[in-house]
Nanobody, 124 residues
């Protein structure tokens, strides 16, 4: 059983930046994605990084502003969020799927493990 722990959320002003972290005991051979959810809406995929390091953008709205990276030594995946907008406000979740060298489609059922989420609020 893989346990994912997110951190780094908080309150930030529009135009600001945050970096979210997703940590686990081991992320070897896992592809990791970030999803986000606002109350009353479906959880949506944001970005994914495969076990081989390739990245896939799931959300057009974050292109050019968000990037995903991984540190295989620290067993962590990061979501760097720049130029944040109020519509980025959501609970952000990291998710993992094992044994894939490319990112799957951004369907919740493609991911086997989920973190507890971290709140990101963008407001002045």
């Amino acid at each position: 059983q893989l346990r994912l722990v997110e951190s780094g959320g908080g309150l930030v002003q529009p135009g600001g930046s945050l970096r979210l972290s997703c940590a686990a005991s081991s992320l070897d051979n896992y592809s990791i994605a970030w999803f986000r959810q606002v109350p009353g809406k479906e959880r949506e995929g944001v970005l994914c990084i495969s076990s081989s390091g390739g990245t896939t953008n799931y959300a057009d709205s974050v292109k050019g502003r968000f990037t995903i990276s991984r540190d295989n030594v620290r067993n962590a995946v990061y979501l760097q969020m720049n130029n944040l907008k109020p519509q980025d406000t959501a609970v952000y979740y990291c998710a993992a799927t094992y044994g894939t060298t490319v990112c799957p489609v951004p369907e919740l059922s493609e991911y086997d493990y989920w973190g507890q989420g971290t709140q990101v609020t963008v407001s002045s």
